[in-house]
Structure formats: C-alpha cells, structure tokens
C-alpha cells in the first residue's frame, strides 16, 4: 500500500489527518476516524455468481480467511455506544490471500457520503472545526444530504446493514468488466432502536454484545452488490443509482472469533480501499486515492505512537 507520487494528494490527505485531530483531538495510538473499534477473524464463502463476476481470488477459491472491524464514527476511542456522533458505524473486512496478499472492503451503515473529492472532504472538516459547517451545507447538497440521512443505532452490530458505496471495476474471464457497489447485510435482519431504548442502554453496550454474541453462535452477513447499467456514473459517490439495477450475492461472511490482543492489531492494521487485486479495480472516483493516503498517513503515525 505505498503513498500516491503526486506530493499535492499527499499534502492533501496529511490536511485531512490533522483536520480529524483538530476536531477529535489527538489520541496517539487511535484512528483519526472510527478510533473506537474491536477486531474479529473468520471466513469468507463466495457463490457461483462471484466467480460469474470477477477473477479475484477470493471470488474463485472455496473460502478465504478474513480479518473484520467493527466500529464507531468519530476519532474518540472513548466516545459512547449511545452517543448520536458514533453513528454511522463502520465495517472494514480483509480477504487474507496469503501472506502480505491481502485485499479490502471498507463501509459505513449509512447509505449516503457528504462529499466526491478530497478537496471537499478537507472543506467539510474545515467547516465543522470553524463553526461554519450551516454554510457548507447550504452549497454543498451532497453533504446536506448526507446529515439529513437516517443514521438509527443498531441493536447490535451484527443487526446492522453496511455501504461501500464508492464503484468498483470487476473483469470476469471473459475480460468483461461491470461496475457495481458492495452492501453487507446482517443474515439475521436488521434491528434498529429507538431513542427511549438507547437511553435505557449501557454506555459500551454494542461492543459488550460481540462476546455475548459470539458465544451463541457466529456473526454472519451476505456480500452484495448492485450492478450499474451503461451510463450510470461510476466516478462520484455521493450519486445513487436506480434501485432497480439487478443485485447478486457475492457470497457470506461468517465471524466466529474475537481478536486477541485486539488493541495492538487494531493500531497495526492499516485498511485500503483500493482493491490491488487482479479481476477488482476501483473506479475513477477521486476519493480512492485520498481515502488511501489518508488511512496510511494515519496508520503510519498509529504504528509510531508509544504502546499506552
């Protein structure tokens, strides 16, 4: 996962690291973003219609071992299960190909994202920090749209439905190339609470539950994803396709195990949006290239900071 040559994108991404801090404060060790977070291992089980779909590895072989991350928003690591700001939640799955092979998915539980460039991500956080943040609103409808999208706490993370949302290039062995967008959805359905029920909630209670969970049985989810039809735009994720556009199930994630040692693996791991894996490209979206800078400019200074 190497740092983009163009110096003005890497200059970019450190300006969105240090924004995140600004606004979060510094807590060396943690993500800038989605600092609270717990790690589990399991497997992943593609269908027929995967391999129909790419070449990936992980689409062809009968399972694939992968890592996951559950977590909240914002760069506190403190910040409570109940508090509004954690919500959207994240998932952040790795296909382990072998060793130092490895490729990514990363989502959030709201299907929506407030801007399309790197630019307007650094001006979104600037605005935020500054107080100014009605006025970015107010020119940017993207963003508005994303603040005005639901983002309902889950009664468990393992109830909850997570977006990728940005496009994806698969090449089947054919050489045929589609575009589409991965959703992960929970096999035992989606529970959402209300605010009388949350308030009734132990402050840490979605992360007290993955044990408690796990212990009955494994977290399981299906991969799916929505495929564009000719002209729909692939380069711009804040745009929603029809949806009507066929969908197909790549295939289930079962999680059985937590991490151990789960606080220093989570400050190791540094997650790639890009794909790096023959048969999956991504797109043109600009924000693939940011995005990327910006977890690996994170995960550097994560990985440098002290042990607490």
């Not at 062809?60 to 403190?78: C, H, K, L, V, Y």
């Not at 409570?80 to 072998?98: K, Q, S, V, W, Y």
């Not at 630019?119 to 935020?128: M, N, Q, V, W």
């Not at 409808?141 to 949302?165: H, N």
Request: overall charge negative; aromatic content about 8%; some cysteine.
């Amino acid at each position: 996962m190497p740092l983009p040559t163009n110096q003005k994108l890497v200059s970019l991404s450190e300006d969105i690291v240090d924004q995140l801090n600004a606004i979060f404060g510094s807590h060396p060790g943690f993500r800038a973003a989605h600092a609270r977070g717990a790690m589990l291992t399991g497997t992943f089980t593609p269908t027929p219609d995967a391999a129909a779909l790419s070449t990936a590895p992980h689409f062809n072989q009968a399972f694939t071992p992968i890592t996951a991350r559950f977590s909240s928003s914002t760069g506190i690591p403190t910040i409570p299960d109940t508090d509004p700001n954690a919500n959207p939640r994240g998932l952040a799955i790795r296909f382990n190909l072998g060793d130092h092979v490895h490729t990514d998915i990363i989502a959030h539980s709201a299907p929506a994202f407030p801007v399309r460039t790197g630019e307007e991500f650094l001006d979104f956080f600037r605005a935020i920090a500054g107080g100014t943040v009605s006025d970015f609103l107010a020119s940017h409808p993207a963003a508005q749209a994303f603040v005005q999208t639901p983002k309902p706490f889950p009664a468990s993370l393992a109830r909850e439905g997570y977006f990728a949302l940005h496009a994806f290039k698969f090449t089947d062995a054919e050489g045929v190339t589609r575009y589409g967008r991965y959703t992960i959805i929970p096999d035992e359905g989606l529970e959402h609470l209300d605010e009388t029920t949350v308030k009734s909630k132990s402050e840490t209670y979605l992360f007290d539950e993955l044990p408690q969970h796990l212990a009955l049985g494994p977290i399981v989810f299906h991969v799916l994803c929505q495929i564009a039809n000719d002209g729909d735009v692939t380069d711009d994720v804040t745009i929603h396709w029809p949806k009507d556009r066929k969908t197909v199930n790549l295939g289930k994630v079962t999680l059985d195990r937590l991490v151990p040692e789960n606080a220093r693996e989570q400050k190791t791991i540094i997650f790639d949006p890009i794909p790096r894996v023959n048969g999956i490209e991504a797109s043109d979206d600009p924000l693939f290239e940011v995005r990327a800078a910006v977890y690996l400019i994170g995960g550097r200074r994560r990985r440098a900071a002290p042990d607490s």
